[in-house]
T-cell receptor
Framework: GAGVSQSPSNKVTEKGKDVELRCDPI?????LYWYRQRLGQGLEFLIY????????KSGLPSDRFSAERTGESVSTLTIQRTQQEDSAVYLC??????????????FGPGTRLTVL | AQSVSQHNHHVILSEAASLELGCNYS??????LFWYVQYPGQHLQLLLK??????LVKGIKGFEAEFIKSKFSFNLRKPSVQWSDTAEYFC????????????FGTGTRLKVLA
């Protein structure tokens, strides 16, 4: 596809359930980011993947959060035992390269997660 | 810690009014600067970016931003807004020292009244 895609677009779940969010980056983009956007707040960095390098997981808020990426393609963000404070929009972005700031990030439409 | 401040959280303007949205950052080194826009129901997209050279950069849809290094600012401007500019605007900073981290501001919601 031409852009970054994410699925599902909306997810409503009950507290304590696990959820899996998916991101398909732009083909050929080596860098991939996950962000969390809570209502009225800015984008909060969660995790960064660059090629086959070890990901930067420094932004993951707790050990309930994990993410994987298969090579330079699809990434999944998993939240285990969801809590109400996990409710947010989860955004994925990809970038052509990982080392140069010249390349911009391209964002997906996000997944709106609501934990009841 | 590095941070980006967008002091205007909500702005309401009439069509044809001039716009200036503030963005200040805290980082002492060289930076790459971005403004992203999110129109209602759409995903974030790049409005403009600054890496080097002329500190006045022009973006899409008549927007421009000026990098003032001494003030650590990168304010967004448009001389005459349109109803279609109603959106949320985010300023972002990327330290140019090879890091991949982007620091985003909290965003400014702009509403333009027809």
């Amino acid at each position: 596809g031409a852009g970054v895609s994410q699925s599902p677009s909306n997810k409503v779940t009950e507290k304590g359930k696990d959820v899996e969010l998916r991101c398909d980056p732009i083909s050929g983009h080596t860098a991939l980011y996950w962000y969390r956007q809570r209502l009225g707040q800015g984008l909060e960095f969660l995790i960064y993947f660059q090629g086959n390098s070890a990901p930067d997981k420094s932004g993951l808020p707790s050990d309930r959060f994990s993410a994987e990426r298969t090579g330079e393609s699809v990434s999944t963000l998993t939240i285990q035992r969801t809590q109400q404070e996990d409710s947010a929009v989860y955004l994925c972005a990809s970038r052509r390269t990982g080392t140069s700031g010249v390349d911009e990030q391209f964002f997906g439409p996000g997944t709106r997660l609501t934990v009841l | 810690a590095q941070s980006v401040s967008q002091h205007n959280h909500h702005v309401i303007l009439s069509e044809a009014a001039s716009l200036e949205l503030g963005c200040n950052y805290s980082y002492g080194g060289t930076v790459n600067l971005f403004w992203y826009v999110q129109y209602p129901g759409q995903h974030l997209q790049l409005l403009l970016k600054y890496f080097s050279g002329d500190p006045l950069v022009k973006g899409i849809k008549g927007f421009e931003a000026e990098f003032i290094k001494s003030k650590f600012s990168f304010n967004l401007r448009k001389p005459s807004v349109q109803w279609s500019d109603t959106a949320e605007y985010f300023c972002a900073v990327n330290p140019a020292s090879g890091t991949y981290k982007y620091i985003f501001g909290t965003g400014t919601r702009l509403k333009v009244l027809a």
